[in-house]
């Protein structure tokens, strides 16, 4: 079935009212006024006679001919020029431009007019069955499909409604008709453009559509291994050329500068599809092939090619399509989510930076999670954008403009407004002489395409971007920038400080900075007050290990045991700013409050065991390049094996008078979740005491103790910043969160130190009858011995002093307890004391 705009047939315009569209909803200039373009043009092209667009002159200067339609708008016919060279052979047919000449000829650009192409037909992709709920998009609410043909329509409104489209009704002679944007007639593109991306055989497979019924169409889209994210019209070939010759045309009125810079609402979308099959909502890649067409007419007046993807998804068809080639430039913001997000994988990370000559051509700025905001973007185009798209110095930047990632758009769930859209637009305006041609890809609210696409549009004519008041970047978009920044400062110039070189011979040697302090740590805590590494068993063998886990030898004996899980400390370094290397004396170690409580405990005669959780596991052969910490889940997991592991081998078989666990960061939800799992910790754990900053707070609440979620409330302190997330989304705070008490800082390390005297009087509380008879005890060996005249001694217990501590040699060597099924004789207790209960079950060693 033909497409034909002459008469626009009932049988499409039956296929636009199954998304609730009727003939009313169409762009007046189609329905109101004759055709601008005849109708040979319009009707769809074969590989003999395509509605390809002619060569034309490269010279800047406007052409001469202009002819007049109903209404008194000028529009451009075109025809062959011989000065130009393609190696595609573009038959003779006229194409459209409707724009004026630049006003004033010392200022061609600024007083140039903005091209836009859009035409209706485009609408005419549509869901065949809407009886159905859509299988492609099961986020959708309703029936109809979010990439839905009142998207372009919505767009058009917006920018008619603020006056910038001509208007039929306008009057001859009419002065705005100076100010309208240029209107650039649509056409399809031809087979050779678009197999210039695509196989052969995915464009024939996209033409058969047409040949089956929309029970057959609806039925495909259910097939989501083979056909991803994407449905089916017997419309729909016509459209995606429509769709990607669009694109063309915008960017070669661009080029010939008949129009300063462009914007073409399109549909559908291209940045998704692949070369030999559709996904994500697009069947051929309409920025590919209008890149391909104009390097290919223009030659090196075109060679290099920026395009820049703020679409919320990754463009993995244009990284595809451009991996190795060294003049098209790629940069894509996007959603990642560790690859969790679509279009999934890993492809969309920072690493991957192109390959062969195109090595360094690719730039992904992946976010780790949605809700990014304006000053994100902005955050991200001034430290990376814009300085490599500088260096890059393109021919021509084309914007794959998806509006998924505005404020309100359910599936991007991003913040960007209108005006943070223009800003972007305006600084990259300021490359390739202005020769922008923007071209949408996605974004499924229709309110926020409107007012995001209008807010371009504006831009592009030369009106200023509206502000931006909160320029502040989040935390995680300033440290995704960074992780960019270093990655491709081994490509760019521009981006400092340079990332250190692992071939070079420095790096053979490799050893951890976490690994080397805990190291200088245990030392100082063995040196000190006699602390030595507990023996905990793991499968894998890492340096990271060694000496993780430190306890006074008193762990063994009836008397207060504090238990304490923490991260490594942090270490406070000052890069060279060129070439980012740290000499030692630019480094320090910010050593955490947790020597402090160690140093108080044993003052106080408490056993102290201190377990020291590394965020990165050191592999073996470690380059000794970046790696970020291990993920949060999977820290988790290990303080909790980790604890479990301690608890059934060193706490439980030695009785100790009063156990107080204390958690430091994401290492408190291991010692959470070894309460919620063993039923002898609320027996025998006298305080529990959590710092939590910067990650989730855990609930403790057991599957079958009804009662655990109030012992926990009354047996826990969670300090937790006033700005803590968890405040905003939980609006009943329960008991199974424990007792919250409220920091104003939000630096785990200031807030230890802050609380220090609420936590220890705490202790010092519980421990009152175990201090009391320890001291009567010390009264009553005072009192018998023989000669003594001195006044009983009134401390709880003597300090270690660690120039008399004695030392590994002149003290019997205590062998440690074994691994696994294994019980100590208990020690003498003093009355009163509990007897030790065996737990719920032994545990065999524990593997990682």
């Known amino acids: 079935m033909d497409i034909i705009m002459d008469g626009i047939e009932t049988e499409i315009l039956a296929s636009t009212e199954l998304n609730g569209h009727d003939v009313t909803t169409l762009d007046p200039s189609v329905l109101a006024v004759e055709p601008l373009v005849p109708d040979a043009v319009l009707q769809r092209d074969t590989e003999e006679h395509g509605a390809f667009s002619p060569a034309l002159n490269l010279d800047d200067s406007p052409p001469e001919e202009f002819a007049g339609n109903s209404n008194g708008v000028p529009y451009y016919s075109s025809r062959s020029s011989s000065t130009a060279s393609s190696s595609i052979e573009r038959p003779e047919s006229p194409v459209v431009v409707v724009y004026k000449k630049a006003k004033f000829k010392p200022l061609p650009y600024a007083t140039s007019q903005t091209g836009f192409v859009y035409d209706p037909r485009m609408r005419f992709h549509c869901e065949p069955l809407l009886d159905v709920p859509c299988p492609s998009c099961p986020i959708s609410t309703s029936s109809v499909h979010p990439e839905d043909p009142q998207r372009i329509w919505a767009i058009y409104r917006a920018l008619q409604g603020a006056k910038l489209v001509a208007d039929p009704g306008n009057p001859v002679g009419d002065p705005a008709l100076d100010y309208y944007l240029g209107r650039i007639t649509a056409r399809m593109a031809t087979m050779q453009e678009i197999c210039q991306v695509h196989t052969r055989e995915h464009y024939q497979w996209v033409q058969e559509l047409e040949m089956y019924s929309d029970r057959e169409l609806h039925d495909m889209a259910e097939h989501k291994k083979k056909y991803d994210s994407v449905y089916f019209s017997k419309n729909t070939f016509d459209c995606a050329r429509l769709s990607a010759g669009s694109a063309i045309e915008a960017c070669r009125a661009v080029c010939l500068r008949y129009v300063k810079n462009a914007i073409a609402v399109i549909r559908p979308p291209g940045h998704h599809a692949e070369g030999d099959s559709p996904m994500g909502f697009c069947f051929f890649n309409n920025v590919c092939i209008a890149a391909r067409a104009c390097q290919d007419e223009f030659g090196q007046h075109c060679r290099k090619v920026l395009i820049l993807d703020w679409d919320v998804h ?8 451009f991996y190795d080639d060294p003049n098209v430039l790629y940069i894509s913001l996007h959603v990642h989510e560790d690859g969790n997000f679509y279009p999934r994988g890993d492809e969309g990370d920072h690493l991957h930076c192109g390959q062969g000559l195109g090595l360094g051509k690719n730039v992904n700025i992946p976010w780790p999670k949605k809700g990014m905001r304006d000053a994100d973007y902005l955050y991200a185009f001034q430290h990376v954008v814009m300085p490599i798209a500088q260096e890059f110095n393109p021919d021509l930047v084309i914007v794959s403009a998806g509006f998924d990632a505005a404020e309100g758009d359910m599936l991007g769930g991003c913040h960007v407004s209108p005006g943070g859209y223009a800003q972007m637009t305006h600084m990259l305006m300021s490359l390739a002489d202005g020769k922008v041609a923007v071209c949408l890809e996605g974004g499924y609210n229709l309110q926020s395409i409107a007012n995001s696409a209008l807010a371009v549009t504006r ?14 970047p989040s935390v995680i978009g300033v440290n995704t920038i960074k992780l960019v920044e270093r990655q491709q400062s081994n490509y760019w110039q521009c981006l400092y400080p340079k990332a250190l070189d692992q071939s070079s011979p420095t790096s053979i040697y490799v050893e951890r900075g976490h690994d080397m302090f805990r190291s200088w740590q245990a030392n100082g805590l063995w040196g000190q007050h006699g602390l030595t590494p507990l023996f905990v068993y793991n499968e894998t063998l890492s340096r990271s290990f060694k000496d993780q886990v430190m306890a006074t030898p008193s762990y063994r004996e009836h008397r207060p045991l504090l238990v304490i899980f923490h991260e490594p400390s942090l270490v406070k ?13 630019n480094l320090s170690f910010a050593d955490n409050p947790i020597k402090k409580y160690v140093d108080w405990a044993i003052e106080q005669g408490f056993a102290v065991i201190d377990v020291n959780c590394p965020k990165h596991i050191t592999q073996q052969r470690d380059t000794g390049g970046y790696v970020p910490p291990d993920d949060e889940g999977v820290r988790i997991k290990r303080a909790t094996d980790l604890a479990a592991y301690l608890w059934d081998n060193y706490i439980e078989v030695n009785n100790p008078s009063h156990v107080f666990l204390l958690g430091m960061g994401v290492p408190h939800a291991g010692l959470i979740n070894l309460v919620k799992s063993n039923e002898r910790c609320t027996e025998m754990v006298t305080k529990i005491v959590s710092f939590v900053a910067g990650t989730a707070i855990h609930s403790c609440k057991g599957a079958t103790d009804d009662d655990l979620d109030k012992w926990y409330y009354q047996s826990s302190l969670v300090f937790v910043p006033e700005d803590h997330h968890f405040f905003t989304k939980i609006k009943k705070i329960k008991r199974r969160w424990g007792c919250l008490i409220k920091t104003h800082s939000d630096d785990l390390n200031t807030m230890m130190d ?9 202790f010092l509380e519980d421990t009152e009858e175990w201090r009391t008879s320890q001291m009567n005890g010390v009264k009553r060996e005072l009192s018998h011995a023989d000669g003594d005249t001195e006044e009983p001694l009134t401390v709880l217990s003597p300090p270690v002093d660690p120039d008399t501590a004695p030392s590994l040699q002149n003290t019997p060597s205590r062998k440690l307890p074994k691994v696994g099924n294994f019980a100590l004789q208990p020690q003498s207790q003093s009355p009163g004391a509990r007897t030790p209960g065996k737990g719920r079950h032994s545990r065999s060693p524990m593997k990682w």
Do not use: A
């Open 573 to 585: 370094c000052f890069p060279h700013p060129r070439t980012g290397e740290v000499e030692m004396h």
């Open 459 to 472: 831009t592009l004519m030369g009106e200023p971007p509206d502000r931006i008041e909160d320029m502040h």
């Open 314 to 321: 990754h463009g993995n068809g244009v990284q595809r399509t």
């Open 754 to 762: 802050y609380y220090m005297d609420q936590v220890t009087d705490m």
